[in-house]
């Protein structure tokens, strides 16, 4: 009975090699990106849209595993497909003033990629009138 799992499963194995494949997982690749988004002055209960432009600056596909914001009051898109070497991408965020009690208010979006370092921190400020 063991020789028989044996000989049932042993094809399974080696035909699982990853020789030939087109994906190259676990490369790194290098980003550049305006890391601080200043909307200026914006009256209470606007919603900021930051635009950041992302440029893969390496050699491999740059692939993005999470975009998070720092808050309830902030949202970002995740870019769905991996960005070719010498392409760019844009990250929009949005903050919501609504609820803000200061006058200034200061945002984060952090995105987390195959780059060295994984994660890179976005800002975005603003000044409330």
């Given at each position: ?66 975009v ?54 976005l800002?975005?400020?603003a000044?409330?009138?």
């Open positions: 009975m063991k020789k028989l799992l044996i000989l049932l499963v042993m094809p399974l194995v080696f035909s699982c090699s990853s020789e030939g494949d087109s994906v190259e997982i676990g490369k790194k690749t290098s980003l550049e990106v305006n890391e601080v988004y200043d909307a200026g002055t914006v009256v209470k209960g606007e919603v900021i849209r930051a635009v950041f432009t992302v440029k893969n600056t390496g050699d491999h596909p740059l692939v993005f595993g999470e998070r914001p720092s808050c309830s009051c902030t949202v970002a898109d995740k870019p769905s497909k991996p960005i070719q070497p010498g392409a760019s991408t844009k990250i929009i965020a949005k903050v919501n003033t609504a609820n803000v009690s200061s006058k200034e208010v200061t945002k984060s979006v952090t995105i987390m990629t195959n780059t060295t370092p994984s994660t890179k921190v800002i975005i400020k000044k409330i009138k």
